[in-house]
């Protein structure tokens, strides 16, 4: 079952924050950030799994909350580049087979 | 080095006809994943290599689509007498796979499928 994200968008002001939701009606095993430019192919942001692991590449923080079968993405003094739109990606049991939500487009204005 | 590759970028059909989608994974990339993205819609999952194991075809919509891989390298999506429904873009990823653990999904530029 498709994970719920929200908001479905949002507009920032560089340097604000927001955070992004993403929540699913059955236990998870991991959550996976992508990240998507328009016209251009999802990137990888971050995995967060059960038990406290993280593994991501750039300064974009995350929490996975077990009992809630939530996941929350924090854009911290958001920058122009931070514009996409942004996906996360929830698997039940070990294996890297995912399903994605519907996504939260992020703009990002000066 | 390269990522991974999908060909053509862009292909128009008429209804009914038969399309053929590449992809090309890294290299040493076990595992292999098809999705499908309708316009401003999410990341649909249809299809899944793994080495040498059974394919996780649990997410092909109809028995028109299938989708073959030559080993560890070359995916083919076939989708056969097309739909106007169809119409999508058609993203292949690829990741390393090890056994317990997550590695992230690089994604290619993808193919973008119109239906007349």
């Known amino acids: 079952q498709q994970p719920v994200q929200s908001p479905q968008a949002v507009i920032l002001r560089e340097g604000e924050d927001a955070v992004i939701n993403c929540s699913s009606s059955?236990?998870?095993?991991?959550v996976h950030w992508y990240r998507q430019k328009h016209g251009e192919a999802p990137v990888f942001l971050m995995i967060?799994?059960?038990?406290?692991e993280q593994k991501g590449h750039e300064k974009i923080s995350a929490s996975f909350n077990e009992k809630k079968q939530q996941s929350s993405l924090y854009l911290t003094a958001s920058q122009l580049s931070y514009s996409g739109t942004y996906f996360c990606g929830t698997d039940k049991a070990a294996g890297n087979k995912l399903t994605f939500g519907g996504g939260t487009r992020v703009l990002v204005k000066p | 080095g390269a990522g991974v590759s999908q060909s053509p970028s862009n292909k128009v059909t008429e209804k009914g006809k038969d399309v053929e989608l590449r992809c090309d994974p890294i290299?040493?990339?076990?595992?292999l994943y098809w999705y499908r993205q309708r316009l401003g819609q999410g990341l649909e999952f249809l299809i899944y290599?793994?080495?040498?194991?059974?394919?996780?075809k649990s997410g092909l919509p109809s028995d028109r689509f299938s989708a073959e891989r030559t080993g560890e390298s070359v995916s083919t999506l076939t989708i056969q007498r097309t739909q106007q429904e169809d119409s999508a873009v058609y993203l292949c990823a690829s990741s390393l796979w090890t056994s317990g653990s997550y590695n992230e999904q690089f994604f290619g530029p993808g193919t973008r499928l119109t239906v007349l």
């Open positions: 967060l799994l059960k038990g406290g």
């Open positions: 290299s040493g990339h076990t595992a």
């Open positions: 059955k236990a998870l095993y991991s």
């Open positions: 290599f793994q080495g040498n194991s059974a394919p996780d």
